[in-house]
């Protein structure tokens, strides 16, 4: 059974900064390293979003184009952890968030296999 479990949620004015983590933990059935990891939001009364991306071997990264620049996606392999750097956050980016993984890439653009339970991060203006 797979487990993502999300952290680091919470409530912050307009300009802070918050990082998210994802601990990734169980048997993913296939090698792990193949999968791409991706943090997605929903946001109330709208439908759920992909933010961005990461494989887990490469690295190779993926943002929307309403975070670039002020996200980052990271991921520290040993300990099967996703992070999501946030800055210069907006009153746009409250929603609840979520950590996704899908094997073999294209988490972007298809249904991830996997879901956390997501985050709640609240962006007071």
């Known amino acids: 059974q797979v487990q993502l479990v999300e952290s680091g949620g919470g409530l912050v004015p307009a300009g802070e900064s918050l990082r998210l983590s994802c601990v990734a933990s169980?048997?993913?059935?296939?090698?792990?390293?193949?999968?791409?990891m991706a943090w997605f939001r929903q946001a109330p009364r709208k439908e759920r979003e992909f933010v961005a991306a990461?494989?887990?071997?490469?690295?190779?990264?993926t943002y929307a184009d309403s975070v670039k620049g002020r996200f980052t996606i990271s991921k520290f392999n040993t300990k099967r952890t996703l992070y999501l750097q946030m800055n210069n956050l907006k009153p746009e980016d409250t929603a609840v968030y979520y950590c996704a993984a899908r094997y073999e890439g294209g988490i972007a653009d298809s249904v991830p296999d996997y879901w956390g339970q997501g985050t709640q991060v609240t962006v007071s203006s």
């Open positions: 990461i494989r887990w071997i490469g690295g190779n990264t």
């Open positions: 169980g048997s993913f059935g296939r090698t792990y390293n193949n999968y791409e």
